[in-house]
Each structure stands twice: as C-alpha cells, then as structure tokens.
C-alpha cells in the first residue's frame, strides 16, 4: 500500500510519543551509560507503534518499499509529485526465480576444460626433427616427421630435436658488437688459455661444427642446456668439454712455433678424431664435422715480442722466396745455354767429322786417278784451284804478266793488300807459278 509524506510524518511523532520503555540491560562495564545507550538508540521506523511485529511482516513491508520507493509516491528517494520510479520488486522477483533454476555452467566448464585438455597431447614434428616422447620422464618412443598424438601433460611430454642440422660451438671467445656495429671476437681466458708441449701458453680460439645423429642419446646423456629444444641452437656442456679437453691435448703435444706459426692442419684434424672419440665413449649421439682454428694467439704480456718475431719471419719467408724465384729463373736460363751449347759442339764434332772423312776419301780418289794419267791429273788440279780463286769475291787479286815480270823489278802494292794477305799471297805465288 502507498504511504503519503504527511502519514509518514506523523507516525513518526506517535513512535516518539508512544515508546514503551525497554528493559534495562546491565552493561559490564557500566549500568548507567548501559541504560542511556538503550534510551538513546534510535527506534526502528519500520516497527509498528502498537509493539513489535514478526520477522515475515518486516520482510513483506521491505518488499513493499523496494517496489515503490521509501519517500513515498514522489519517485526514488522521496519528494511530492513526480512519477512512479522503477519496479525493483518485480526485478528481485525475476532475479530469485533465476536463482532457482539449475543451469550445469560448472558441470560445462568443466568438460570444456578436460577436452582442451585432451587436445593439448597433438603435436607437429617438423621436417629434419624427430620427435622424442617422455612418459614422466621416460623415454618411451621416437616418432618420425608428421602429426603425432601423446597424452596429455604432466603425463607425456614431447620434445622435437633438430637432426639434420648443423649445429656450431665457439669456444675461446665470444662475440660482441663494438660502437661503430663491427662484430668483434672477445677472449674468454678461462676457455682459451692453453699449455705447449715446450710450456708456453697460448689462446686458442676455435669452433666446433657437430650434428646430432641419435636424438635419445643426445638429450639423455649429454649434459644439455637447452633455452628452446626447438631452435636452431642447441647448446651441450659435454661437447664443450669435450672439445676443450681434446684441443688441450693435442696443443700440449705440440711447440709453440707449429701452434702459432706452423700449419694449423694436423692440429684441427687431431683434435676432432680425438673429440669424436671422446664423445663415442659417453655415448652423445653427436657426430663432429669439422674443428676449425680461428686464432692461436701468445699471451698480451708478450704480444710486442711475437710481433717483431713474425715481422721476422714473414721477411725471412720473403727473402726465400725472392731467392728461389731468381733461382728458378736463372738456372732454367743456364740449363738451356749449356744445352744448347752441347749441341752445337755435337754438331760441329760431327761435321768436322764427316768433312774430313769426305776429304780423305776425294783425296784417295784423286791418288788412284793420279797413279793411271798424272800429267791430266796435275792439269786438273791446277785448274781447280785457280777457279777457287779467281771465283772468290772476298779476295783481292793481282795479276803480272810474265813478260813484265823479267825486264823490271815488281812492284808489289803491300799497303792495299788484306790485312790477312794469305789469299793475295797465295793467289800471288800461283800466278807466279803460272807465269812460269
């Protein structure tokens, strides 16, 4: 029912006026402020003014006010006039009907929950991985490339190695990025300091290359850190051991000069026979592909000292190989002279040779001629001879008549004959003959 702001009004007053007296109730501390803090508390505007009603009344006339508001008609909060305000009856009604209804959200939640659940055990191994999977930490199977199911976690887990790839270690050193964006190598002195077999120390700075060839060995008995067993990097301290070990002792059998200066080969190849042996022993699953020195430095105390030494070394190397140039140029050069020198003189012993052998054998032929007609024979041989020389361009000829040469003395031109003046000289006693 609706209340005016007027009747209100005045139940209030016959609440003031009309109060029966309460009871006192002794206070432990204090009867009197007791007795004065129970005239003093406010009465309940809500009680009826001829005594105390039952709990449903109370709750009938709550209701009742909700519906329509305690100041009356006038609105939400009371007031003349305005308007009826919302109906919150009705909507508490409606809202403790829908308390009654049994809806199984929780039941649903919970299977939603389970088959997410489920679901979470499919995995994918990609291609070049092997999926390895655990069973509280167990290995229990290895699955090939594809979709694959395992039970859900904490049961089952799944991890998928890379097997085809190749996996690289530095050890020695580490890379950093300086100001100006170049990437650096920086020295670990811990893992790059190492003993020669003359007890030197060097830093050595060195990369391994390996793959895993057995997914199962590899994740359980090499001791792995690994920040995501997808990724490209998988990262084992055994193999970083190992390889330290195997680098050490193979510098520790070698001097100072071969580590530093000498052919870095026979070391890099020592050391990964002697690594992938290590590693088979522990059974790693870890194939080594290749050890590949970067830098064998000397200590930074003694730095100074080596470089004039190399600066020694690169001027001897140069300076010998200056000289072996030269001599691969000049004794090619001598080698050919002799040889062609040889070879004349073989040529010339054999012309020589058969010349004289030619000669000797005219010379029997003309003997034999000789013997059977001697005054045809002389007359020949005359004959050739003065041919030879007339012929001669090269030779300077004087010719005396015989006459001229019994009335006056000679006269013989010796300043305008050759300096030689065998020819002239030989030409000169034939015609003589001749003139004979």
Request: net charge negative; aromatic share 8%.
């Amino acid at each position: 029912m609706n209340w005016d702001w007027d009747k209100l009004q005045e139940k209030r007053k016959r609440q003031s006026v009309k109060q029966p007296p309460k009871e006192n109730i002794p206070d432990a501390e204090d009867p009197e402020v007791s007795n004065d803090r129970q005239q003093e508390r406010p009465q309940d505007h809500y009680d009826d003014p001829e005594g105390p009603i039952n709990m449903e009344e109370r709750r009938q006339r709550m209701r009742r006010e909700n519906q329509y508001g305690r100041g009356g008609r006038g609105g939400f909060g009371g007031g003349r006039g305005g308007g009826n305000g919302p109906d919150l009856g009705q909507f508490g009604d409606a809202f403790n009907r829908m308390r009654k209804v049994r809806f199984p959200v929780f039941k649903l939640a919970i299977g939603v929950c389970l088959l997410g659940w489920l679901l979470s055990g499919v995995f994918i191994v990609e291609p070049g991985e092997v999926g390895v999977v655990l069973r509280f930490g167990e290995h229990v199977r290895t699955v090939d490339p594809g979709p694959h199911y395992r039970l859900p976690y904490p049961i089952e887990v799944s991890l998928t190695p890379n097997v085809h790839q190749v996996h690289r270690m530095e050890i020695g050193f580490s890379r950093v990025h300086s100001r100006d964006g170049r990437e650096e190598r920086r020295s670990i002195p811990d893992e790059a300091a190492m003993l020669t077999g003359d007890e030197n120390i060097v830093y050595v700075h060195f990369i391994v290359q390996y793959q895993v060839r057995q997914a199962e060995d590899f994740l359980f008995n090499a001791d792995m850190q690994v920040r995501n067993i997808t990724a490209d990097s998988m990262y084992s301290e055994t193999v970083k051991n190992a390889a330290e070990s195997a680098m050490r002792e193979i510098i520790g059998h070698s001097k100072i000069d071969e580590a530093v200066y000498g052919n870095k080969g026979p070391i890099q190849d020592n050391s990964r026979e002697l690594l992938q042996e290590i590693l088979n022993r522990y059974s790693t699953g870890v194939f080594i592909q290749n050890v590949q020195l970067l830098d064998v430095l000397p200590p930074p105390e003694v730095d100074a000292a080596f470089k004039d030494l190399i600066n020694a070394r690169e001027d001897r190397s140069r300076f010998i190989n200056e000289a072996g140039a030269y001599q691969n140029d000049i004794i090619p050069k001598a080698r050919g002279v002799a040889a062609e020198t040889l070879n004349q003189a073989q040529a010339y012993k054999v012309a020589v040779e058969q010349k004289a052998i030619g000669e000797a054998a005219r010379f029997l032929a003309v003997v034999e001629e000789y013997n059977k007609a001697k005054d045809i024979t002389k007359k020949r041989l005359y004959l050739d001879a003065m041919e030879a020389i007339l012929a001669s361009p090269d030779l300077e000829k004087i010719i005396i008549a015989s006459g001229a040469a019994n009335g006056v003395l000679p006269y013989l031109p010796l300043d305008r004959l050759p300096a030689s003046g065998t020819g002239a000289a030989s030409g000169l006693g034939q015609s003589g003959r001749a003139s004979k």
